[in-house]
């Protein structure tokens, strides 16, 4: 997922990308004030039609996943800046947990 730490970072409310096939995908994003929840609009227009889906998501900091992966049972959590394993920091485009369990 993205973390907080690195959205925040050069975060743009509008987004406007042309997919492949034609539609043009506009993504609106509203950050609250804590940055701990995010609404999102994404608006996909083709050939003269649109079609417009809302959402929001929960915005969790290394920290906050960590935390919440450890209260949910887990003993073990690993933060990762990608699927390659290279380390989390601030230049991170990603956050990868791997959560072990014990049985």
């Known amino acids: 997922l993205v973390a907080k ?9 509008h987004l406007s990308v042309d997919l492949d096939d034609g539609t043009r995908l ?5 950050p609250s004030d804590d940055w701990s929840w995010m609404e ?5 227009v083709r050939e003269g039609g649109e079609r417009r889906f809302d959402l ?3 915005i969790y900091s290394a ?3 960590r935390d919440q992966l ?3 049972g887990f003993s073990a959590v690993d933060l990762y800046g990608g699927f390659d394993g290279r380390a989390y920091d ?4 990603k956050l990868v947990a ?6």
Request: glycine residues 2%; proline residues 5%.
């Open 40 to 44: 999102v609009s994404w608006t996909f």
């Open 98 to 103: 791997v959560a072990h369990r014990t049985l």
């Open 5 to 13: 730490e690195s959205l925040k970072d050069g975060f743009q409310p």
């Open 70 to 72: 450890s209260a949910a």
């Open 56 to 58: 929001s998501h929960r």
């Open 90 to 93: 601030r230049a991170a485009q």
């Open 63 to 65: 920290p906050e996943l």
């Open 26 to 30: 506009i993504q609106q994003r509203a």
